[in-house]
């Protein structure tokens, strides 16, 4: 364990499926991420938490709402998602001027059918 | 952040053979990082570079970084099965966000 948890570790859900990612840390780390990694594509940077405010949307589509309700926990809450948001998504979390890299967790394995 | 462009794209060899990966970068960084990813896992943080500093070692790990080529190394020395993995560097600069490249996947070959 990385001291970043993600639940749950695989998902299937259908098209129509309303589903939430979960992320938790207790590392005392005010920054909080979510990156999407699908086959054969670099990270790709979706939301970034600085404490526990949104302060950046890498236009992500509406059906992907983030939710982070203090600065130990983050949700990503999916909503008619479709086949092509098939991926492994990554919860990380920093100090948010520190120099110490980041911390992941083990990724949600996401399949949409 | 500074994404960084790993080179080669991909690395074969021999169990007990040093690997060696590249790192360029295009602009100013505060520091330099590499990070190890296993297959369908979460990334893990292996070590970081200050833009100060030349060289850091770490265990099997050997990083250098030279701020007039914009360039970095990542050295494992004595490499073993479990080394297998994608390497990313990622340039961290005045913010905290962070953007990765498309990594190097070493293959050790038992």
């Known amino acids: 364990e990385t001291g970043v948890t993600q639940t749950p570790r695989h998902l299937v859900m259908g098209m129509t499926n309303k589903k939430s990612l979960k992320c938790e840390q207790h590392?005392?780390?005010?920054?909080m991420y979510w990156y999407k990694q699908s086959a054969k594509k670099p990270l790709e940077l979706m939301f970034v938490?600085?404490?526990?405010?949104?302060?950046e949307n890498n236009s992500v589509p509406s059906r992907f709402s983030p939710e982070c309700p203090n600065s130990s926990h983050l949700f990503l809450h999916l909503h008619t998602l479709q086949p092509e948001d098939s991926a492994l998504y990554l919860c990380a979390s920093s100090q948010v001027w520190g120099a110490e890299g980041y911390t992941f967790g083990s990724g949600t394995r996401l399949t949409v059918v | 952040s500074q994404q960084g462009e790993e080179d080669p794209q991909a690395l074969s060899i021999q169990e007990g053979e040093n690997a060696t990966m590249n790192c360029s970068y295009k602009?100013?960084?505060?520091?330099l990082q590499w990070y190890r990813q296993n297959s369908g896992r979460g990334l893990v943080h292996l070590i970081l570079i200050r833009s100060n500093e030349r060289e850091k070692h770490s265990g099997r790990l050997r990083v250098t970084l030279d701020t007039s080529k914009k360039s970095s190394s990542l050295l494992i020395t004595a490499s073993r099965a479990a080394d297998t993995a994608s390497y990313f560097c990622?340039?961290?600069?005045?913010?905290?966000?962070?953007?990765f490249g498309k990594g190097t996947l070493l293959t050790v070959n038992p």
């Open positions: 602009t100013s960084i505060n520091n």
């Open positions: 938490y600085n404490f526990k405010e949104q302060t």
């Open positions: 990622v340039g961290g600069g005045s913010n905290y966000k962070l953007t």
């Open positions: 590392l005392g780390h005010n920054a």
